[in-house]
């Protein structure tokens, strides 16, 4: 059935200032935008806004581990290299199917409740993945996690690219894992397998500082020779989780290229890595989207902690209030994410384009003193995953006034209690 938003504000990073219509959305896009559109012949549920609600694209998570909801709050407060070696890699090696399915489940509870729509994904069983993206009617991109040099893992990505990729509201990368976890030969044949599948490929690149004296050491390259030898800009596109530690004078290298940059500000920080040089991509003109990582780094899944933080700590560190503005923030977390993901007309208000839509309640005292030309500032620096009512992909309704259509809150949370306290316990007794 139809969908029409009567009387709301509406407000993508592309306009100018927000504006105040109707509008209306048929199966999975948005049909027509303007004032006093009428309900279709076939009828259509229709959202009074009088004014007091405003329509915003989706939020995209452009780099996350959604599964890891398992792990959150193990290894707190520990250093990247220590955090993943002691803590992560152990509890992941007890990992099931049944564990990714329920984990992916709880994250995307979590995301849409605060207006995500979107997620792409590295991490293992992606089929699960794949699957509770279904269920729920996420949007997502995933990429299986490939670390080593075996072949095997790298057909495992291809099989998931060839059974997955543009299945609905699914896209697939080929996703190695990083520099100090992929050899440059096997890097090398996913990038080339890539390009020949016309995929993108997702890649932690730079998180830590000494990931750039490992790239010295090990390779004798800096990091953007390497991802010139590594065949990584060549692909259809590359997204590059983290890069805090990119240098300064080789970004321009990088204009031009498939790359896009996720910048991760809550882990990052969290886990003492510094942040990106986020002012000088923007500068260079390399396109950046948001991400939270996973829940066990961050520990939240919530888009709007990563705008207000994100804009915060590149004014606060550069000592100008005028860089990273909310506007280009609002981008990030939209539009630029969807095209990181894959999504072609998604991430904007616009005729045509994916009924990807967040509801956001402005009657709220933190509201007092909006209007339609500096709502992109409110949305950033005072609003909250909170005041989202309602949360739409491809015209379905994921999040509704507290609940989600279709799905058994309590059962959900039931079975991912029980899968972390299973994965727990196989720790503990080593299995």
Not at 7 to 13: K, R, V
Not at 61 to 84: I, Y
Not at 226 to 251: M, N, R
Not at 362 to 387: M, R
Request: proline fraction near 4%.
């Amino acid at each position: 059935m139809a969908v029409l938003f009567r009387d709301f504000f509406y407000l993508d990073p592309e306009m100018d200032k927000a504006l105040r219509g109707d509008v209306l959305v048929e199966n999975d896009r948005i049909i027509s935008i303007g004032k006093g559109l009428s309900v279709p012949d076939d009828g259509a549920e229709v959202v009074e806004g009088r004014g007091g609600r405003l329509l915003i694209p989706g939020f995209v998570n452009s780099h996350t581990h959604a599964a890891m909801t398992l792990l959150r709050g193990l290894g707190e407060e520990l250093p990247l290299k220590e955090w993943l070696e002691e803590r992560i890699w152990p509890v992941e090696a007890g990992l099931t199917a049944e564990h990714v399915y329920w984990g992916t489940r709880g994250a995307i509870i979590e995301m849409v409740s605060t207006g995500t729509t979107c997620f792409s994904d590295m991490y293992f069983e992606m089929d699960e993945v794949a699957r509770a993206a279904v269920d729920t009617g996420a949007r997502c991109c995933i990429c299986r996690g490939l670390t080593g040099n075996d072949r095997k893992k790298i057909e495992e990505g291809i099989e998931l690219f060839k059974k997955w990729d543009r299945k609905g509201n699914i896209r697939v990368m080929l996703g190695p894992h990083a520099p100090y976890t992929v050899s440059p030969e096997t890097l090398k044949e996913i990038a080339v397998s890539a390009a020949s599948l016309g995929a993108g490929v997702h890649f932690h690149f730079l998180e830590a500082q000494w990931e750039l004296d490992y790239l010295k050491d090990s390779f004798g390259m800096g990091p953007a020779l390497y991802l010139e030898k590594s065949g990584l800009l060549d692909t259809v596109s590359t997204v590059l989780a983290h890069c805090v530690w990119f240098p300064d004078e080789e970004i321009e290298s990088l204009a031009g290229s498939p790359v896009t940059v996720v910048h991760n500000p809550s882990s990052n920080m969290k886990l003492g890595s510094g942040h990106a040089p986020l002012n000088e991509f923007i500068r260079g003109g390399i396109p950046v989207s948001l991400g939270t990582d996973g829940a066990a780094s961050n520990n939240r899944l919530d888009l709007w902690g990563e705008m207000r933080l994100c804009s915060l700590i590149h004014k606060g560190f550069m000592k100008d209030p005028t860089v990273v503005g909310a506007r280009e923030v609002f981008r990030m977390a939209t539009v630029e994410g969807a095209r990181s993901c894959g999504f072609e007309s998604t991430g904007l208000i616009r005729e045509g384009w994916q009924a990807d839509l967040v509801v956001v309640d402005l009657e709220q005292p933190h509201y007092i003193g909006w209007s339609p030309e500096n709502l992109p500032g409110f949305l950033v620096y005072a609003g909250s995953g909170s005041d989202v009512s309602g949360t739409m992909a491809a015209g379905r309704w994921l999040y509704r006034d507290g609940r989600f259509p279709g799905q058994d809150l309590h059962g959900i949370i039931k079975e991912i209690s029980r899968c972390r306290q299973d994965l727990v316990s196989r720790f503990s007794s080593g299995r």
